[in-house]
């Protein structure tokens, strides 16, 4: 068994406390022996006593001296109706240290005594008052040497000792089997779980079944075997979308190639002398085009994450020029005019080929809204700086966002803006925005018109070095 672990740290701890608490009785348990010990030796000087005033005559020296050490003290003094008599008595090695009455000591002064005579080795003599027993007078003095009781203070406070680390021992060891029934095992059988479920959780055996008797681990057992549930089922599903996202992949890229060949086919109907065939071809263009255009980017998107943002200074009017230029369409049923409110020498930074495909996006999704209607309309760029960092609005005049487009509008597959749509664009767009630390959000969609607006935080400010000049 190891000290770091739980069942380790218990016993030692448990162990600690027992023998801090034994010692707390220690004390008191010495000063009572103490008093005791005095006491015993006050009833024998007054047993001896009696014993001698019941004869008239005077006793021999030795028999005096007998009775004195049997009673472990060197003399005895009686008060008997207010008369104080020495009734036994011999040479005193030294003079009296201290006196100590026993009718008036609290505890805690018994206490105190107590270890001044067992940390102190020297042998000193003291007087000790007490009552008489069984009545048998007023008050009785004796004196007596302190190296036989510290002795015999020392011998019971080893057998105390013993005794507690015994004790301790044993409850450390009771304690500890029972913790690591209680609890040690429950644990271990969590943490078995938790491995072996880490190392197959498509395997439904290795999710736990609660059956632990205490209330809070089994409250435990019951949310990781939840868990457990719910991560196996979520694998499970990710591993189908997996699946059924490389069969899509497989299908997408080959529908491309066939479409690019029919689109080849139908870019030769464009000569035809047929009126019905010319009419026809154009259709037929869009509506390929349309088809190829959604298995690139299914493709693009199920290729892998974006890489991460290339940073670097990137004049914004500029950009947005750029943008305009490539997203001016031929002459169509509708007139889209491009307006700019950019201030001039604008300078963020950025990853410029991430930055220009979502300003691309959003100005394709808004010219293709405007041509939808048949009627002339205008998209205009915007931009900006604030005490939180740089912002661009891409606004037009369309119909507006259909309600459904608006309830998933960042989320992939989850219909597009226009019809047909696979809803794309904006998912990767957001995806690129956030990867520079800022958010894309739809500010406002209506009749007159949507409005996006992209924000990028100050944390991304050009250094000095950087600035243009």
């Given at each position: 068994m190891k000290i770091n672990t739980l069942s380790g740290r218990f016993l030692v701890l448990t162990t600690v406390f027992v023998v801090l608490a034994e010692m707390l009785i220690l004390l008191p348990g010495?000063?009572?022996?103490?008093?005791?010990?005095?006491?015993?030796?006050?009833?024998?000087?007054q047993i001896a006593s009696l014993a001698l005033l019941t004869t008239d005559t005077m006793i021999e020296p030795d028999l005096e001296q007998e009775l004195l050490d049997n009673a472990g003290v060197y003399n005895v003094v009686l008060r008997r109706d207010a008369a104080r008599q020495l009734v036994l008595s011999s040479p005193i090695p030294q003079p009296i240290a201290a006196t100590y009455d026993l009718r008036e000591e609290p505890f805690w002064r018994l206490v105190r005594d107590a270890l001044v005579v067992l940390v102190d080795p020297e042998n000193h003599v003291v007087r000790v008052i007490g009552d008489p027993v069984q009545k048998g007078g007023l008050v009785i003095e004796v004196t007596l040497s302190t190296a036989p009781l510290r002795l015999e203070m020392i011998e019971y406070g080893l057998r105390l000792l013993a005794l507690s680390a015994i004790v301790s021992v044993v409850t450390a060891l009771?304690?500890?089997?029972?913790?690591?029934?209680?609890?040690?095992?429950?644990?271990?059988?969590?943490?078995?779980?938790?491995?072996?479920?880490?190392?197959?959780?498509?395997?439904?055996?290795?999710?736990?079944?609660?059956?632990?008797?205490?209330?809070?681990?089994?409250?435990?057992?019951?949310?990781?075997?939840?868990?457990?549930?719910?991560l196996t089922a979520s694998l499970r599903q990710k591993e189908r979308l997996a699946q059924l996202g490389q069969a899509v992949a497989k299908i997408s890229h080959d529908l491309r190639n066939i479409l690019t060949t029919a689109q080849l086919f139908a870019d030769r109907m464009e000569d035809s002398e047929d009126p019905a065939v010319?009419?026809?071809?154009?259709?037929?263009?869009?509506?390929?085009?349309?088809?190829?255009?959604?298995?690139?980017?299914?493709?693009a998107f199920g290729r892998a994450e974006e890489p991460p943002p290339k940073l670097a200074p990137v004049d914004l009017g500029a950009l947005v020029a750029e943008v305009i230029e490539g997203e001016q369409a031929p002459a169509s049923a509708a007139q889209v005019d491009f307006?700019?409110?950019?201030?001039?020498?604008?300078?963020?930074?950025?990853?410029q080929e991430q930055l220009y495909r979502v300003l691309s996006n959003l100005a394709r999704n808004a010219r293709q809204a405007i041509e939808a209607t048949n009627q002339p309309g205008t998209i205009e760029f915007g931009?900006?700086?604030?005490?939180?960092?740089?912002?661009?609005?891409?606004?037009?005049?369309?119909?507006?966002?259909?309600?459904?487009?608006?309830?998933?509008?960042?989320?992939?597959?989850?219909?597009?803006?226009?019809?047909?749509?696979?809803?794309?664009?904006?998912a990767i767009s957001a995806e690129l925005v956030r990867g520079h630390g800022g958010r894309l959000d739809l500010v406002r969609t209506d009749a007159t018109g949507t409005e996006f607006r992209l924000t990028l935080p100050r944390a991304l400010e050009l250094t000095q070095a950087e600035l243009p000049g």
């Open positions: 010495l000063a009572n022996f103490r008093e005791d010990y005095l006491l015993t030796r006050l009833e024998r000087a009771l304690l500890f089997l029972l913790v690591r029934r209680l609890m040690v095992v429950p644990i271990k059988r969590v943490v078995a779980h938790m491995a072996a479920y880490a190392d197959a959780p498509e395997d439904a055996r290795t999710i736990i079944a609660p059956q632990a008797r205490i209330e809070e681990l089994r409250v435990a057992e019951e949310a990781l075997a939840s868990m457990q549930h719910q010319q009419r026809a071809a154009p259709k037929l263009m869009n509506s390929i085009g349309r088809a190829v255009n959604l298995c690139e980017t299914t493709l307006v700019t409110d950019v201030p001039e020498g604008l300078m963020i930074r950025a990853d931009a900006g700086q604030s005490a939180e960092g740089w912002w661009i609005r891409v606004q037009d005049t369309g119909p507006g966002l259909p309600e459904k487009a608006r309830e998933r509008l960042f989320q992939p597959f989850s219909g597009g803006v226009k019809k047909g749509g696979t809803g794309l664009g904006l």
